[in-house]
């Protein structure tokens, strides 16, 4: 491993992966609120289908293409490629329709799902700790999406599907689609924790092809063919940027970091992603987190990264003593 390239190159991707809410909006200027609620599914196809083949790319250069054909395809395989395909088609269409630091902060409860998941399925144990970080990414999911609230000097329960602002007169179904792609992102996770003996190169391609399968699908149910007609050259422009940067580049990337980064330091550089899509949106967008959403927030990124920093120190100190 090369941990200097593999830090340099996780931190180019989470870039990366950070830039997609604002060049999505970019990319659907001028298009109306109810174009850009199905809008997402088409960007996700885009961007899965380029990644696709940036992968098929890194396959043939890589002397892979025989191993990937003596690969055996399996559901778990499959399933994690739909996920994460359906995971990124709400988390475009999430930053469309509410703040970028909300959609970001919720796809990232995709962890406590994976928790739960593999603690149904697999029967793998939750110490009392990882229970504690876990309850600390629901709160904050809660409070992100407004189920806990703090109004008129009382606290405050359930959530309020007509709430809206000018910016986001959709926003509480940017909020609901921002926590499924949180779900959907649990749900890749999951599935990925299974065919651990699959080359990563050639898992990428299949897993970039049933995404890109599925958020064709997507794309032919919600049917945002008319904002599509509607794009502009400016449009299609910030589209290629969206395919390329958050597509090509941020996904080459993460090939490169993850051959060459420990899964700890991977997942801890990832949450990168977040300051960067809060940063944009508070220096192009102009938006500002609420004090609860701020809150939760932090809930939501300190539970998540809290299990990884406390299993790099637990290593750590396995390996001084050894």
Known sequence: MNKKLGAIAMLLSATGMGLVGTISRGTTAGLAHADKSVIGSFLAFGRMSVGLLGFILILIFTGKAGLFRRTRLSTTVILGGVSIGLSLGCYI?????????????????????????????????????????LSLVFIGMLLTIGIIDFKNGSPTFGLDLSASTPDFPQKSLGDLLGLLSGIFYGLALFFYGYRKDVDSIVRGVWNFFWAACATLVMSIVLRPWHGVSTFTATNWMWAVA????????????????????????????????CPVAILCGLLVWGEKLTPMGMIGGLLIVGGGLAPIIVDAIARKSRASTS
Request: charged share 10%.
């Open 93 to 133: 269409s999430s930053t469309l329709m509410t703040t970028i630091s909300n959609a970001v902060f919720l796809i990232y409860t995709g962890p406590l799902f994976c928790a739960l998941l593999a603690r149904i399925f697999r029967k793998e144990k939750i110490s009392v700790l990882s229970g504690i970080f």
């Open 242 to 273: 969206l395919f390329l940067v958050c597509g090509l580049f941020a996904l080459g990337f993460l090939v490169v970091a993850g051959r060459n980064l420990p899964a700890v330091e991977y997942s801890t550089i990832s949450y990168w992603e």
